[in-house]
């Protein structure tokens, strides 16, 4: 014996019926509610907090794609707190910077050059001018867990050129502006 027409539309409702009713699940159970028509539009907030994941996600498109530099974001990923891929620790990094500055520049290359390391930045944003002064601190240790401040500077141009590496091995290197991470996690291998 089969289960009445109106039973099986009960389990496995779907929709709404004639604007009146809406069917949904709660708890994994069938439900039904009045129909209750959307909210008022974004508010001016929402919309900045829109356009900002907007720019970020433009930027990592166009001056952020590069497989080096998006493997300096993976690492960066894989040393917080909670998994996320390279893009979301991008994204995050990204939108907290624009909200401190929407001139910011972020890392875009690294190279080193004997002994120091070249730090190559782009602005996240070009429709806005660049900050004049960025004051950024670079810090530096030979694993990310014991990284410390190594130097403060400014970027002046599209570069940053850090001091001479204190010798041989392998080093990871950190840039912040403002606390907020400006680069991912780039790891280098001085011999």
Not at 41 to 62: D, N, P, T, Y
Not at 65 to 73: E, F, P
Not at 86 to 106: E, K
């Amino acid at each position: 014996m089969g289960a009445s027409p109106g039973f099986r539309l009960f389990l496995s409702a779907s929709g709404s019926i004639g604007g009146v009713m809406t069917a949904r699940t709660w708890k994994g159970w069938p439900a039904w509610n009045p129909f209750s028509r959307p909210g008022k539009q974004k508010s001016s907030r929402q919309e900045l907090v829109c356009c900002r994941f907007a720019i970020a996600e433009r930027s990592w498109k166009r001056s952020f794609n590069t497989d080096a530099i998006r493997h300096t974001w993976r690492l960066a990923a894989g040393e917080g707190y909670k998994p996320q891929s390279g893009y979301n620790a991008y994204m995050t990094a990204a939108f907290h910077a624009l909200i401190l500055d929407p001139g910011v520049m972020m890392v875009s290359a690294a190279e080193l050059i004997f002994n120091q390391v070249r730090l190559y930045v782009t602005i996240v944003d070009p429709d806005v001018p660049r900050s004049t002064h960025e004051h950024v601190v670079v810090s530096m240790g030979t694993s990310p867990a014991s990284m410390l401040p190594w130097f403060e500077g400014n970027l002046d141009y599209d570069w940053l050129l850090t001091p001479a590496l204190p010798g041989g091995g392998i080093y990871f290197l950190r840039m912040t502006y403002d606390g907020s991470p400006v680069s991912g996690l780039i790891k280098l291998r001085f011999l």
